[in-house]
Structure formats: structure tokens, C-alpha cells
């Protein structure tokens, strides 16, 4: 257990080489149309994107590749319904780019059966192919990917609103009990219970492209 612990801190930590510092997933477009301006919208927008937007998607997902790291087909499919599923451009790029380089970056923990991940991989599908051919939990792999993506959120708005460090990790702290309960759901989840209402989310991110001045890739 200690050493699967190792492994999501290193694969889901700021310092893994994936990239994805440089995306905001439509969060830069909101805080530039001041529909996110303090530690308030911060905290609803985040909140709103885990429970009801992509990151819950991506985290049903991450379950089923979790489950079928060994089905090269199941895994094609997931893959395919994946980026299917991405609401722009940039969120399609974001989700392929990250995905490559989590693939080629954790390569340096070799499984005992080399794994069959598709070309383009999406990122919530290898992290959890690879976390399942590890025999790492899947509840384990879930909370970590879920705790990154929203301290990955919460970073944006810390240097762009700003919001400050302190109010950062408020949201945070305030967030966990969310993240935990929707990690049990999403293990849970079918594919058919896949679902986005967090429409103002997708069309940031659709808009995102056409900001005169942008420090995030989306």
C-alpha cells in the first residue's frame, strides 16, 4: 500500500511531466469575464465542474479503464468516448496532450505485461489503465486523480483572480468531503451514467480560443 501511495504522488503531483500547469479547462475564460472574481465563484465554479462537468466524466472513465486495463478494445472504446465527449478544441488538445506524456512518463515503472493503452490516450484513461496494471486501488487512484484536478482549478484562480494562498486552500480543505463522496460514485458508475450539465463550464472553454490576451492553453 505504501508504495501504490508513492506512485499517485508522484504521477498525480505538479512536478509530474505532463503539462498540466499550463491548462485551465475554461477557468481562465470565466475569471476574464468576471463570472468567477473571488473565493465565493471560486469555490462554486470548481465545486460545480467536479460534481456536474468534466471531471466527474473523466472520473467515471478513469474507472471503467481502471477496471479493463487489460482489454485493449474495452480501452480503445473508452478512449474513443472520451475525447468524444470533450466540449472544444482546447479541451480535446488538453486531455490527448497530457494523456501522451502521462504514458511516456510513467513508463519508468514497468508492469509485468506490457500495456496496450490507445494512440491518442486520453488522460483520465492512462492514468487509470496504468494505476489497475499496477493492482494500485481503485478508489485510491480516483481520490488522487479527483484532489489534483481540483488543487490544479483552485491554482488557476490563486494567480489569476487573485484570490490569495489562504482562500486557495480554504476551497480546498472545504472541497475534500465532495471529493470523497464522488470518487465512491464514480467507481460505482456506469458508462450510462456519464452526464454534463455544467454548460457555462463547456462554453468557456469553447471561447477560451478567442481571448485576446491568454496565459493558459485552455
Known sequence: M???LQKLLTWLSPAFPVGAFAWSAGLETAIVQGTVRDRATTEEWVAATLEHGGIKTDAILLAHAHRSHADQAT???L?????ALTP???RHAETVLTGNAFVLAS???PTESPLALPKPCPYPIAIGATAGAHGIDALATLTAFLTSTVHSQVSVAVRLVPIGQNDGLAIMASLEPRILKLAEICLAATLDDIGSVAYCADIAQMQHETLGTRIFRS
Open 107 to 109: 513508463a519508468a515503472w
Open 2 to 4: 505504501t508504495s501504490d
Open 79 to 83: 478512449a474513443d468516448l472520451c475525447l
Open 88 to 90: 472544444a478544441r482546447e
Open 75 to 77: 480501452l480503445r472504446d
